[in-house]
Each structure stands twice: as C-alpha cells, then as structure tokens.
C-alpha cells in the first residue's frame, strides 16, 4: 500500500504544479502537469489491482486495462497529447481553454482512480 500511497502523493503535487501553471497562465505547462496527475494516479490503480507498474505514457490504454467506463476513457483520450506535444516544438497552441479541460479530465481521472482505491 505504501507504494499506492507514494503514487497518489505524486499524483497530487502534479495536479497542484497544473494548478499554479494554470494561474501563472502557463498553459503548455499546465497541461503537461495535469497528464502526469492523471498517469500517476491510473498508475497507483495499475499496481494495486496487478501488483506491479506498467511503464507507459498512454493513459487510454492504462485506463483500459483498469476496465474504467467511457467518461474515463474519453478524459484519458484528451489529456494523452498534452504528454507530447507540451514537450516538443510544435504547431499547437496551448490555449486557457485547452489547459482548462485538461485541468478537469485530470480531476475526473483521480476522482475515479481514489474511489476504487479506497475498496
């Protein structure tokens, strides 16, 4: 459980570092932050349920495997670009709107990943 509960911990700090991104309207940055809350809270989920990490970036297929329904998927879907494309110069504009939904998908993901956490 320790393990679970570091991943939570981290899981946390990201979505507070997407959160003062968000405010300091670094909205790239935000982004970025809030796919690694989501990933390492699905990851928390993956150890608990199968007893070890799965090494991946991809939060629809982690979300899969963890057999979560469509809004899970659908949340994982959009926040899965925010992993590339906020590290790399690319064409997209990361815009407050943008950061905002990725903002909220994070959220709904830990919400979901705390809920069976706690059974």
């Known amino acids: 459980m320790e393990e679970i509960e570091l991943w939570l911990r981290k899981s946390e700090r990201d979505m507070l570092a997407a959160e003062v991104n968000f405010k ?4 790239e940055e935000s982004a970025f932050f809030s796919h690694q809350a989501a990933e390492k809270a699905l990851k928390a989920l993956y150890i608990k349920k199968f007893k070890r990490l799965w090494k991946v970036h991809d939060l629809r297929a982690l979300a ?17 670009p925010c992993y590339i494309e906020t590290r790399y110069p690319v064409e ?22 705390k809920k069976l956490i706690k059974k």
């Not at 903002?103 to 993901?109: D, F, L, M, P």
């Open 64 to 80: 899969q495997r963890l057999r979560a329904d469509n809004t899970i998927l659908k949340a994982c879907e959009e926040l899965n």
């Open 92 to 113: 997209v504009e990361y815009t407050e709107d943008i950061a905002a939904n990725a903002i909220s998908n994070a959220k709904k993901v830990i919400a979901w990943v």
């Open 24 to 27: 300091e309207r670094l909205f």
